[in-house]
């Protein structure tokens, strides 16, 4: 699969309609502020007023949406109504209790980690197939540590075993959308933020050029892998 450089990318994206699930900060904020610098449509989604305020100076349609609470998903779909995006990236996530491996979670701790990285995208994606335009992109962001082929040492087993359950997620929403859209799971990298912290190898504007990159790339033959944000293939 070859990578389009990022003016490439960038020159195409003034075509573009795009919805980012979960932009209040971070990769998602990032996502919004180089779309829209690029000239894409862009709607996007902040868990509170704080976050969709944020937005507002972007030029990014704002919504409301709490993927943990299905009165607030439940609204998404009709608020979407008449959209065709050409991408949809669903980044809504949390990475809970930093737990060594045999560590037991709390069953609190347990309920938030799997709610939202799990049960939130299992409940939302439904809510925005009808605005995925035909061909469409749905990429889900997920994480190395999500890898069971891959992994060689433990780190994180909450939010591992989160990751590794929505790649299941996507890889079942591939199936059912197989020949309408192309469905990728993808790893953004070990990015600077405060999920991934200082000692980082990525600044969020690297990580999400390359994911611009990536999802420009992606076609027919893509659906149902596991990506890093260079393009390579992860093991599930």
Request: net charge neutral; glycine share 10%.
């Amino acid at each position: 699969m070859t990578i389009p450089t990022a003016a490439t990318s960038a020159a195409s994206s003034s075509k573009l309609s795009v919805l980012v699930i979960g932009a209040s900060r971070g990769l998602g904020l990032e996502m919004v502020r180089q779309y829209r610098a690029a000239g894409a449509h862009v709607v996007a989604t902040a868990r509170d007023d704080v976050g969709v305020e944020a937005l507002h100076p972007l030029g990014a349609r704002p919504l409301k949406l709490d993927v943990t609470r299905p009165v607030s998903v439940s609204s998404l779909a009709w608020q979407i109504d008449g959209e065709a995006f050409d991408i949809v990236v669903v980044n809504a996530g949390v990475y809970g209790p930093r737990l060594r491996t045999l560590d037991s979670p709390t069953g609190d701790d347990f309920d938030q980690v799997m709610h939202t990285n799990v049960l939130g995208p299992m409940q939302v994606i439904p809510q925005l197939i009808d605005a995925l335009a035909q061909g469409g992109r749905l990429v889900v962001l997920s994480s190395v540590m999500a890898s069971i082929g891959g992994r060689d040492k433990t780190l994180g087993w909450l939010y591992s075993a989160s990751k590794a359950a929505l790649n299941s997620v996507l890889k079942d929403v591939s199936l059912a959308l197989a020949g309408r859209a192309t469905c990728v799971a993808v790893h953004p990298g070990w990015v600077r933020t405060a999920m991934g912290g200082p000692q980082g190898q990525l600044s969020v504007e690297e990580s999400v050029a390359d994911l611009r990159a990536l999802f420009a790339s992606l076609g027919p033959a893509d659906n149902g892998t596991f990506r890093n944000h260079d393009g390579s293939v992860l093991p599930w």
